[in-house]
């Protein structure tokens, strides 16, 4: 079972164009992290937001967090072909355990 | 360093066959994790390892499940009997400490089909 909740669950875009992805979550945080998943692949990680920050930048990546909201958001400039993957949000639960979102699946087209 | 180690890719098996998932995790890290991923379920934590000690084996669904890690640089995952709902795909994961509520690395993944 999963606590965290993304939406959208699909997202299709033009090449160029901004992606955003949400994600919302039940409980207290230490951080929060976004993962990216290309088909057939492991995840990779991408950045993590811890809970005394509110906005990371990782190159074309743009992460914010609302700790009074319990939600993260995942924005994605200039997006490009490449980028076409799954995208999920996740956080370590009190026992220690990273709990994923549901993800959202981009799909960018050229 | 080439990341966490995966092995086989793709295992294809017939119910009720012993089915054994390999991996190595990145040196140094101290923390290892199993993961299924499925459609139906998405992505779920099976077991993990904190110093080769296993710390909470929760989410692993059943007696026919088992894992463990003899050494820093080596652990297993375990099906015996299989089923066909035990298709999925299972990822391993190592991360430098627990505590630090750090990221994690992840494997390529073993496919796994029983049949």
């Known amino acids: 079972s999963q606590q965290g909740e993304e939406d959208p669950q699909a997202l299709s875009i033009q090449e160029g164009e901004n992606a955003t992805m949400n994600c919302s979550y039940k409980t207290s945080i230490n951080n929060l992290q976004w993962y990216r998943q290309n088909s057939g692949r492991g995840l990779v990680h991408l950045i993590l937001?811890?809970?005394?920050?509110r906005e990371k930048h990782s190159g074309r990546l743009r992460v914010t967090l609302d700790t009074s909201k319990k939600s993260s958001s995942l924005l994605i400039t200039a997006s490009r072909a490449a980028d076409t993957a799954s995208y999920f949000c996740?956080?370590?639960?009190?026992?220690?355990?990273?709990?994923f979102g549901q993800g959202t699946e981009l799909s960018v087209k050229p | 360093d080439a990341g966490v180690i995966q092995s086989p890719r793709h295992e294809v098996t017939e119910m009720g066959q012993e089915v054994t998932l390999r991996c190595k995790p990145i040196s140094g890290h101290n923390s290892l994790f199993w993961y299924r991923q499925t459609m139906m379920r998405g992505l779920e934590l099976l077991i993990y390892f904190n110093n080769n000690v296993p710390i909470d084996d929760s989410g692993m669904p059943e007696d026919r499940f088992s894992a463990k890690m003899p050494n820093a640089s080596f652990s297993t995952l375990k099906i015996q009997p299989s089923e066909p709902r035990d298709s999925a795909v299972y990822f391993c994961?190592?991360?430098?400490?627990?505590?630090?509520?750090?990221?994690?690395?992840f494997g390529p993944g073993t496919r796994l089909t029983v049949l």
């Open positions: 994961a190592s991360s430098p400490t627990r505590r630090a509520y750090n990221e994690q690395f």
């Open positions: 937001i811890r809970s005394n920050e």
């Open positions: 996740a956080r370590y639960n009190q026992g220690g355990k990273l709990i």
